[in-house]
């Protein structure tokens, strides 16, 4: 089914109970006023030529109406594209040229850039503006439009989502995301989650991200529970409504924040039933000095883009530091060898999964996605892992060098490829340095043209923030006579890790 169908029995039954309340402006939505807020963009986007599959691209601040969107989407049979808001117009002009979009809906700010990316795409798209306070030209067109729909049908296997995932190759892949990989996805954290009636969500988390929209807001949506809605993460703030909430999710920076608060005790955390901490390893001394602290073990979680949630640490049994817990119920996850023979107990192999819960393919990449997948239908994650005698999964490292700074993915080929544009360099090497606050930075090793040449740490940032997002650029350049390589001319990122990646 089509999941808006899922959430709005869910809507009916919690009627005038809070869904959104957003801290840092007062305003506050009930379930009825959510719903009705969705289906006038669902009208919209109807009214405006919208046919099932078409896809919106979406790059606004978070927000109730941002909210609602997504949920218009869904309702209105559409395909909903979240893009990241540091993208730069380099990057959007490909995500829309790739994905070719009937709408795309920015903040104000953006309309230059997006209409200027109209003008020089073959497939043209209707523009909206929608900014973070719930005002601009798609608010105002929706106000008029009436406040019931009825929800588009759809199949297990339509897609509700495309999320672009960095790629080894530099240029990034559209993961095809179903309703029914969502609405499986959901209703197994449901329940192993142990979520309940009454529970409240202090949710601090980006929306145009799988943890913040997938993870977080389906959570709380199928559970018709309220959602303490942060434009950002702020300790502070967050501090003064942890009393008010009972589940918070968060990636391991959050928790790191949280703790360099003296202000942060035992009492402010002690509503909260659960912790969960994802999109990044959360290190054990994080792990300890939390409960040392509050009395609370978090519970740590393994996913990705194009699978959702692939396993957690019990609800109810021990949580280990350093391991991601067991496979969730539905979905098979096993450790292969380099042959695709399966590994031992505690062995380290490449770890792939298989379930409900496991993406479509890669829009318009039919042999990548069959690249992904093995001849018996797992996904390989490009991920390294172990899986223990009790049944423990611990991701080991990443095949593919992919860097993971404060719960976003970065591949080091797309931020190479920029570096090796630019004059005076003659090759490079990103790859991850030890970050006290995101977990992970970005590196870049740099071979000079010349070792003459006129070339600064500066001048290749500066040069990298014109065309990707800051959370990409390199913070750590070293200067090289040459790169490390092994007999086959291969660069070895794990010696420039480990010559220049520690703290």
């Known amino acids: ?32 006023q959510l719903a009705e807020r969705a289906a006038q963009y669902a009208n919209l986007l109807t009214e405006n030529g919208i046919k099932p599959g078409d896809r919106v691209a979406v790059q606004v601040e978070k927000g109730a109406d941002a909210l609602a969107l997504y949920l218009g989407v869904l309702q209105s049979g559409g395909t909903y594209l979240p893009m990241n808001t540091a993208y730069t117009p380099n990057e959007l002009q490909y995500f829309v040229e790739n994905a070719e979009p009937a709408f795309v809906v920015c903040s104000t700010g953006q309309s230059s850039v997006f209409s200027s990316i109209n003008d020089n795409v073959k497939s043209h798209f209707k523009l909206f503006t929608l900014d973070q306070d719930g005002v601009g030209t798609l608010c ?20 509700a989502s495309i999320l672009y995932t960095s790629g080894t190759t530099g240029r990034p892949k559209g993961a095809m995301i179903s309703h029914g990989n969502l609405l499986s996805n959901g209703k197994v954290l449901l329940d192993y989650w142990g979520w309940e009636e009454g529970d409240t969500l202090l949710h601090a988390l980006p929306i145009f991200h799988v943890h913040g929209l997938f993870v977080a807001c ?3 949506l199928l559970n018709a529970g309220e959602m303490i809605f942060f434009k950002k993460f702020d300790a502070r703030m967050v ?14 920076t959050f928790y790191t924040r ?13 509503n909260v039933r659960l912790f969960i901490s994802g999109s990044a390893p959360l290190l054990e001394e994080t792990f300890n000095e939390f409960e040392a602290r509050t009395g609370k073990r978090i519970l740590e979680r393994y996913g990705m883009t194009e699978t959702g949630m692939n396993t957690s ?61 093995t001849a018996d239908g797992f996904f390989i994650t490009g991920d390294l892992g172990t899986i223990d005698a009790k049944g423990y999964v611990s991701i080991v490292g990443r095949s593919k060098d992919l860097i993971i700074s404060g719960g976003y993915n970065i591949y080091p080929k797309e931020v190479e490829m920029i570096l090796n544009d630019i004059e005076g360099v003659d090759e490079s090497a990103v790859f991850a340095f030890e970050h006290p606050d995101f ?58 890790r480990d010559l220049y990646g520690k703290q």
């Open 239 to 252: 501090m003064e409504e942890l009393p008010n909430a009972t589940v918070m999710m968060g990636v391991p």
């Open 313 to 373: 640490n019990p609800l109810d049994g021990e949580r280990i530091a350093g391991t991601v817990g067991y496979p969730l119920p539905g979905t098979e996850v096993r450790i292969m060898d380099g042959n695709n023979k399966p590994m031992g107990a505690g062995e380290v192999g490449s770890l792939q999964v298989k379930g409900p819960n496991v993406f479509q393919g890669y829009w318009r990449m039919p042999e990548k996605t069959a690249e992904e997948f």
């Open 439 to 496: 977990g992970e930075g970005v590196a870049a090793a740099i071979v000079k043209t010349d070792s003459q040449a006129e070339l600064n740490k500066e001048d290749l940032i500066a040069a990298c923030k014109e065309q990707i997002a800051g959370f990409k650029v390199p913070r750590r350049i070293v200067f090289l006579e040459e790169l490390p390589r092994n007999t086959m001319g291969k660069v070895q990122k794990n010696v420039l």
């Open 218 to 220: 389906s959570c709380a």
């Open 140 to 159: 105002d067109s929706a106000d008029s439009m009436a406040k019931s729909f009825e929800t588009v049908e759809r199949d297990d296997n339509d897609l």
């Open 258 to 270: 949280l703790l360099t608060e003296q202000t942060f005790t035992r009492e402010l955390a002690e």
């Open 1 to 32: 089914m089509n999941l808006y169908q899922a959430l709005s029995e869910k809507f009916s039954a919690a009627g005038d109970r809070v869904a959104v309340r957003m801290p840092e402006t007062g305003l506050q939505w009930t379930f009825k």
